[in-house]
Every structure is written in structure tokens, then in C-alpha cells.
């Protein structure tokens, strides 16, 4: 195939990968429906719900933030979850911080699944809870709708602390705190720096990955597209593939820091063993190989 062709290819699959701003308004629409009634539900009296003797949070939700691709405009049509942060204060709230009585990520588990429960019962709201105890990060769902279309959430609970700063599960036993703002402030500065090409080339490379059977995590892919195309260019979408492969591969086989946003000392990377940074540098090596030869449809399938 000649260049040109290539880089038609390659724009007509963007285009055929992007989730539509109909789904999106669709998503938007199902999380504020959910927002409403949880709302209704968690400012009930706790009594209502729990036995008086069981030492769970009086909490009420606030609001919801958006996080995760559907923030940042990354999601891959058909391929995706929503994730959304519920965020609680406590009853009574007047802008202090949430007690330290908060300090296992088993509480807030135990308090939204039980406010989602509530909501699937009272409301017949066709919802499917995907997993049961125990929880790392999330309370996935599936809402059907529509003659049985359905989108999935992974449901966050989190606890307001400071401006943006949410505390949010660790696992069942601890927290840790998150600031999805600046994932999408980062993105926007560096889609801003490359004329709007980051977004696209990350929505090619979820793409590439899920073609490959997902052997690297999107957030990672993400963080790969904001660290190198901080000084690298995106003329165009060959060469971009070309030097994402190539630099991604130096850097997880390196292991060089890519700073966590709220702990800058601290590598999102230390978040995976020795053995699955590995897996990742030996994958991000074979793709970087058929990206230099140009072999398309190896990274692509039938585009």
C-alpha cells in the first residue's frame, strides 16, 4: 500500500473507532439517572438499610465525576467502560474533610453496593452487578436498555477531600487518594501541543491492543502517548506508530519513572510485577518490530 494510502486507512479507522456523540449523550443521560436516585437513596436514614449495631458510614452522595477514557475521550466503540466516581460526604456536610472513621476500602464497598442494590429493587432498573465481594477498585455494572443494548460502569466510590482530590479504594483493606482532573488536563495540554493528533493516536493504539488480545493496560498506553509526545511530534500517523513503539519499548524495558500524578515520586509502573513489565516490553518490542517494516496489518488486522 502506498503512503498516502496508509494514512487514508488509518484516518477511516479513527473515524470507524470512535464512539458516537449520540452514545455519549446515551451515557451521560444513564449516569445522571443513576446519580439522581442513588442521591435519593444515600440521604435516607441509615436505619433504613442497616442494622442500628453495624458500624457503617452515614454518608451521602454528592456527585459524580467522570474518569478513565470516557473523561479523556479515548473510548473505543464497543470496546469500553464508564468510569464514574461517586462521591460521598458525610451527612451534614459543610466543606470539612471526611472523618478518618474512613480507612478501609471495605466501607465504601459495603455502602455503594448496598445504595446499588437498593436502586436495582426499588426502581426496576435492568442492572446487572458483574462481580461480587471482593472488590479492587470498582463495582462493575451493566444497565440494559433500549431493547437490550447495555453500557457498562465500573462504579467508584469515593470520598471528597481537597478541590479535586478524591480518597478512593486500595483493595478491600486500604485507600488512596486520585485526581482524575489531572490525567485530562495533562491530555488536553499535550492533544493542545500536537494539533489534536494524541487523542486519535491513543484511540489507534487501544485499537492495536485490543486487536492483540489487550496486553497492555490502556491507562498505560495513555501515559506512554503524554510521556513521549511531550517532545516528540506527530507529523503524521505511520510515523507516530513508529516512534510510540519504538520509545514505549525503551521506556517500560528501562523502566523509566512515569510519575503518578498525585505521588510524583512513585511510578505507575511500580503497579505491576517484574514479570508482567516483561510481558508488556516484550510485546511493545514485536510491535515496534512490524511497525518499522510497515507491516500493517499485523498490528491492525483487515483495516
Known amino acids: 500500500m502506498s503512503p498516502k494510502s496508509i494514512e487514508h486507512r488509518l484516518e477511516r479507522l479513527i473515524n470507524r473507532i470512535s464512539v458516537t456523540e449520540g452514545k455519549v449523550e446515551n451515557i451521560k443521560n444513564l449516569t445522571a439517572y443513576l446519580t439522581r436516585h442513588l442521591k435519593v437513596i444515600s440521604r435516607e436514614p441509615r436505619s433504613m438499610y442497616f442494622p442500628a449495631f453495624n458500624d457503617q458510614l452515614d454518608m451521602e452522595l454528592?456527585?459524580?465525576?467522570?474518569?478513565?477514557?470516557?473523561?479523556?475521550?479515548?473510548?473505543?466503540?464497543?470496546?469500553?467502560?464508564?468510569d464514574a466516581y461517586l462521591v460521598y460526604v458525610e451527612k451534614g456536610y459543610a466543606g470539612n474533610f471526611?472523618?478518618?472513621?474512613?480507612?478501609?476500602?471495605?466501607?465504601?464497598?459495603?455502602?455503594?453496593?448496598?445504595?446499588?442494590?437498593?436502586?436495582?429493587?426499588?426502581?426496576?432498573?435492568?442492572?446487572?452487578?458483574?462481580?461480587?465481594?471482593?472488590?479492587?477498585?470498582?463495582?462493575?455494572?451493566?444497565?440494559?436498555?433500549?431493547?437490550?443494548?447495555?453500557?457498562?460502569?465500573?462504579?467508584?466510590?469515593?470520598?471528597k477531600y481537597n478541590n479535586d482530590v478524591l480518597r478512593v479504594p486500595n483493595g478491600m483493606n486500604?485507600?488512596?487518594?486520585?485526581?482524575?482532573?489531572?490525567?485530562?488536563?495533562?491530555?488536553?495540554?499535550?492533544?493542545?501541543?500536537?494539533?489534536?493528533?494524541?487523542?486519535k493516536?491513543?484511540?489507534?493504539?487501544?485499537?492495536?491492543?485490543?486487536?492483540?488480545?489487550?496486553?497492555?493496560?490502556s491507562y498505560v498506553?495513555?501515559?506512554?502517548?503524554?510521556?513521549?509526545?511531550?517532545?516528540?511530534?506527530?507529523?503524521?500517523?505511520?510515523?507516530?506508530?513508529?516512534?510510540?513503539?519504538?520509545?514505549?519499548?525503551?521506556?517500560?524495558?528501562?523502566?523509566?519513572?512515569?510519575?503518578?500524578k498525585i505521588y510524583p515520586n512513585r511510578s505507575i509502573l511500580d503497579d505491576y510485577s517484574k514479570g508482567v513489565l516483561n510481558e508488556f516490553y516484550n510485546t511493545l518490542k514485536k510491535a515496534s518490530g512490524h511497525a518499522t517494516r510497515e507491516e500493517w496489518r499485523t498490528l491492525f488486522g483487515n483495516f
Request: net charge positive; hydrophobic share 40%.
Open 62 to 82: 454528592l456527585h459524580f465525576n467522570y474518569g478513565g477514557s470516557f473523561d479523556r475521550h479515548t473510548l473505543i466503540r464497543k470496546h469500553y467502560d464508564v
Open 98 to 159: 471526611v472523618s478518618n472513621r474512613v480507612n478501609r476500602g471495605s466501607q465504601l464497598f459495603v455502602m455503594l453496593r448496598t445504595h446499588l442494590d437498593i436502586l436495582k429493587n426499588r426502581y426496576n432498573v435492568d442492572m446487572e452487578i458483574l462481580k461480587d465481594f471482593p472488590y479492587a477498585h470498582a463495582i462493575p455494572i451493566r444497565i440494559y436498555f433500549n431493547d437490550s443494548q447495555s453500557s457498562d460502569f465500573d462504579c467508584i466510590p469515593a470520598i
Open 201 to 217: 493516536l491513543i484511540l489507534l493504539l487501544k485499537y492495536w491492543n485490543i486487536h492483540w488480545g489487550k496486553p497492555l493496560k
Open 174 to 199: 486500604d485507600l488512596k487518594f486520585v485526581n482524575p482532573n489531572l490525567d485530562l488536563r495533562a491530555l488536553s495540554a499535550i492533544n493542545k501541543l500536537r494539533n489534536g493528533k494524541a487523542t
Open 221 to 260: 498506553i495513555e501515559r506512554l502517548v503524554e510521556q513521549i509526545f511531550l517532545k516528540s511530534k506527530i507529523n503524521d500517523w505511520k510515523n507516530g506508530l513508529k516512534t510510540f513503539f519504538n520509545q514505549a519499548t525503551f521506556i517500560i524495558g528501562n523502566e523509566i519513572l512515569i510519575p503518578d
